[in-house]
């Protein structure tokens, strides 16, 4: 199976370098991503090999950029700068994939940007956040390259929510499953495994070889757990301060 950390680095470019404003760049042992927008979680630089990485060259360009960032570092990579989050990362094999159905009654389609409302609305529901922020970020998703939107929906409305982010780079065609979300009233019917299976066998036929996703907590974790999803090696968000990492040996 290829390496975990470098398709998420690639899924990360596909997400940067086609949204207005962004840019990926490729420096000594690091792949830089700017997102163009002021978040720096989606801002950052994947430390693909530490012995070559020059923390002030890429400090540099992000600053060119205007843009705040992070690190993303292989966890335990002994990589300093003060942790801001340590995530989970799990994968599937196309072949090792187990899919589940939706639940009666719900249907699952690709989302377009007359859907944007839609994918707000179950957004904010299953995750808060500020309504007008969030739909910004679905319309500036619908139109990125390579990333599909899925919704579904059923008798009350729209239902659940998620994305996919197909690449093809230094880890081969792979797919990114992120975003998935359910509104509470429709939890526990099944709807997160039925909306992932739906939208990652999209991806297969379309040639990913292996999917990857970042489960929030356990409970998650043991949702794709019964699609064939095992844990890997994860991954730590470090925050720049000073050189943003340990010197080079």
Do not use: K
Not at 20 to 49: E, I, K, M
Not at 179 to 207: D, E, H, I, K, Q
Not at 219 to 226: D, G, H, I, N
Request: some cysteine; overall charge neutral.
């Amino acid at each position: 199976m290829p390496d975990l950390f470098t398709a998420h680095a690639d899924a990360w470019a596909v997400l940067s370098g086609g949204r207005p404003g962004g840019a990926v760049a490729r420096f000594p042992g690091v792949r830089a991503a700017c997102s163009g927008t002021p978040a720096p979680q989606d801002n950052g630089a994947d430390v693909v090999d530490p012995a070559l990485a020059d923390p002030q060259e890429v400090a540099a360009w992000f600053a060119r950029r205007g843009t705040p960032w992070a690190w993303r570092v292989r966890e335990g990579s002994g990589w300093g700068g003060e942790l801001i989050v340590a995530q989970r990362l799990a994968q599937v094999d196309a072949a090792a994939f187990r899919p589940a159905g939706l639940p009666p009654g719900c249907t699952a389609r690709v989302a377009g940007p007359a859907d944007v409302e839609d994918l707000a609305a179950v957004d904010v529901a299953a995750f808060g956040g500020d309504r007008a922020a969030v739909r910004d970020r679905f319309a500036e998703l619908v139109r990125t390259p390579g990333v599909e939107l899925v919704l579904v929906t059923g008798a009350a409305g729209p239902l659940a929510a998620a994305y996919t982010v197909a690449s093809d780079l230094d880890a081969g065609p792979a797919v990114l499953l992120g975003g998935v979300g359910v509104v509470p009233a429709a939890r526990r019917r099944g709807l997160g495994a039925g909306l992932s299976s739906w939208a990652l066998s999209r991806a297969f036929a379309a040639g990913a070889r292996f999917a990857h996703l970042q489960p929030v907590d356990d409970a998650a974790a043991r949702v794709y757990a019964r699609l064939g999803f095992t844990p890997g090696p994860g991954l730590e968000v470090r925050a720049p301060g000073g050189t943003g990492a340990r010197p080079r040996p």
